[in-house]
């Protein structure tokens, strides 16, 4: 088992920056798809990028040029950098792991029902 948790959230007004961080523990030394998900109020939660043990990454296309993933895995932590935020991209931002090599492309790696361990989120507000 793996456990997630969440930090660096806040409130930002649009066209800021914010860096989420998801720090890893237990069983670090399986290989996961390391995924970053969002849910606004009334929304569906929607895959936003996904990284994989070696690297590749995936993203969602309303935040690609936007937001980069990158792992540090001698922190065991995945981290989002989010630049140019838009008040749509306010959410509760959850980090999610799958035991597995590889974040597998197509709709694979923003389908939430694919992980198995979450953490418990970390809400980003942008204000226009």
């Known amino acids: 088992q793996v456990q997630l948790v969440e930090s660096g959230g806040g409130s930002v007004q649009a066209g800021g920056s914010l860096r989420l961080s998801c720090a890893a523990s237990?069983?670090?030394?399986?290989?996961?798809?390391m995924g970053w998900f969002r849910q606004a109020p009334g929304k569906e939660r929607e895959g936003v990028a996904a990284i994989g043990r070696l690297g590749s990454t995936n993203y969602a296309d309303s935040v690609k040029g936007r937001f980069t993933i990158s792992q540090d895995s001698a922190k065991n932590t995945v981290y989002l950098q989010m630049n140019s935020l838009k008040p749509e991209d306010t959410a509760m931002y959850y980090c999610?792991?799958?035991?597995?090599?590889?974040?597998?492309?197509?709709?694979?790696?923003?389908?939430?029902?694919?992980?198995?361990?979450w953490g418990q989120g970390t809400q980003v507000t942008v204000s226009s």
């Open positions: 999610a792991a799958k035991r597995a090599y590889y974040c597998y492309s197509g709709s694979w790696w923003s389908d939430g029902r694919n992980y198995n361990y």
């Open positions: 237990g069983d670090t030394y399986s290989n996961y798809c």
